[in-house]
């Protein structure tokens, strides 16, 4: 069950929201509402999803009690063991196994394939967070089963991010919430989520998928240029879409998540860029990986190493395959060379010369995220870069750019940079109190931006209507 669903909009939401607001133990609530979340799209699955939260519960009170450091090592070294082990026998063992038999052939090992789990990337990292925080005593363990289980499952964020800390909402798990929901900013946050998924995202989504789908032969630049622009665009509002539909549904809870995008196409260099993407994962591997492993205090060398580990790592987070391993070295490497005097260089080039170095560097990079294996990848970079296929397009792909699509590619493009913001300065927020800082990341410079009513109100009808007459409603990360 997709969030941009009409079974989610008009039945679960409605019922839950009902149920949670009239409930005398809204913990309790969260929890079935959750769980029926999950087995609705996975069934059995959710079994290994409570058994992961029980084993990870007890090891963190364990935890929290140990005192000598080679015991809480010992434990916390279970966690992660338990954790990744699940993720990579899921994730990654099929991929292993068939790299061994092209690299070992005469000694074949079974070839693995396993339905991947829903959100088993997204919980498994807030499961190991959640493990490391408290062995750094940065939070106490959870003594309430309920309420660890209610942060791992809460349906907002447990199949698509954004990753959430325990430290992030463990006030809010405490509190009454009776009266600490922002139902109206959490709408505001879905509706706007919503237009961005519908109306951008899916709307563009097939002159991607077309142009990825031509046999290597017959795609000239132009369709490859067209078409890895319609996955920038695609990729970008898709899961931003969701992230803010996540953001919003834990507003009506009353729950703030970390704001998980900030425009990385107005980004003026990949380190920018990497700021301003999927910025939970981001600070989660800075924060458990790369300065763990000694961030850019041991020298050139080692902070090589380590943008190199945690780039290959985001890659392989993303996908059982070489080309995602590909596309997160790439980013790696253009972040080294940054950090390496491609910086310097960029400092003293115009703004406009820096946004499109980034966009086209992303947009390149986008090629090895969205195609289906490395040679299709390299085949189709190929074609991008052919200095004589810049042709008049095919006719399916000029088929498939009617007024709607074109619309979705121009609202894309100015919605991608802070357009919203500077449209809506004058209008002045409607809370009159400070927000909490937590609150504040998610608003603008005047403390938050108000969407008129009528605004809200057409674009919800509008994306209703599309989803209604149309059969095409994927979820990119589902696949992550």
């Not at 939070?139 to 959430?164: K, N, Q, T």
């Not at 425009?263 to 993407?277: E, I, K, M, Q």
């Not at 980034?358 to 947009?363: E, G, I, K």
Request: net charge positive; charged share 10%.
């Amino acid at each position: 069950m997709v969030f941009s669903s009409i079974i989610f909009i008009f039945y679960f939401l409605p019922v839950f929201l009902l149920g949670y607001y009239v409930s005398g133990w809204r913990t309790g609530a969260l929890l079935v509402g959750s769980v029926a979340f999950y087995v609705w799209g996975e069934g059995a699955y959710v079994l290994l999803l409570l058994a992961l939260i029980g084993a990870n519960y007890a090891g963190a009170r364990a935890l929290d009690r140990a005192q000598a450091p080679a015991r809480r090592r010992l434990i916390l070294t279970a966690m992660i063991v338990l954790d990744l082990g699940v993720l990579a026998w899921f994730k990654y063992a099929g991929f292993l196994a068939h790299t061994l038999n092209e690299i070992l052939p005469g000694a074949p090992l079974p070839e693995l394939t396993h339905r991947l789990p829903l959100g088993i990337s997204f919980f498994t990292f807030q499961l190991i967070s959640y493990a490391v925080d408290v062995w750094r005593r940065a939070v106490p363990a959870e003594a309430s089963l309920a309420r660890f289980s209610a942060y791992i499952l809460m349906f907002p964020h447990l199949i698509a991010g954004p990753i959430v800390r325990y430290a992030d909402i463990a006030e809010e798990l405490h509190a009454d919430r009776r009266g600490s929901g922002r139902v109206g900013l959490g709408f505001q946050y879905f509706i706007v989520g919503l237009c961005q998924k519908v109306l951008i995202a899916n709307t563009v989504a097939p002159v991607a998928d077309h142009a990825f789908g031509l046999p290597p032969g017959t795609l000239s630049a132009t369709a490859a240029w067209l078409g890895t622009l319609a996955y920038t665009l695609q990729i970008y509002f898709d899961f931003c879409g969701y992230s803010n539909m996540a953001i919003g549904l834990a507003f009506m809870l009353g729950f703030t998540f970390p704001k998980n995008f900030d425009h990385p196409y107005a980004a003026t260099s990949l380190t920018d860029f990497w700021r301003r993407w999927h910025m939970s994962l981001s600070s989660w591997f800075r924060d458990y990986v790369y300065i763990p492993l000694g961030g850019n205090r041991g020298g050139q060398t080692r902070t090589v190493r380590n943008l190199l580990i945690v780039f290959f790592l985001t890659g392989l987070w993303h996908g059982a395959a070489w080309s995602f391993i590909v596309w997160g070295l790439y980013h790696g490497a253009f972040l080294m060379l940054e950090r390496y005097g491609l910086d310097r260089v960029l400092a003293a080039a115009p703004r406009p010369l820096r946004h499109l170095y980034a966009v086209a560097v992303v947009m390149v990079g986008w090629v090895f995220f969205r195609a289906a294996d490395l040679p299709q990848a390299l085949a189709y970079l190929a074609a991008m870069f052919d200095p004589h296929g810049f042709k008049p397009l095919g006719v399916a792909l000029r088929h498939l750019l009617d007024t709607e699509v074109i619309a979705a590619f121009v609202a894309g493009a100015v919605f991608a940079v802070p357009t919203l913001q500077a449209l809506m300065g004058g209008l002045k927020a409607r809370r009159s109190d400070a927000p909490s800082p937590r609150l504040a990341a998610h608003l603008d410079t005047r403390g938050a931006y108000v969407l008129p009513t009528p605004v809200l109100a057409a674009g919800f009808v509008v994306s209703i209507a599309v989803l209604v007459n149309s059969t095409l409603n994927p979820f990119l990360y589902f696949r992550f």
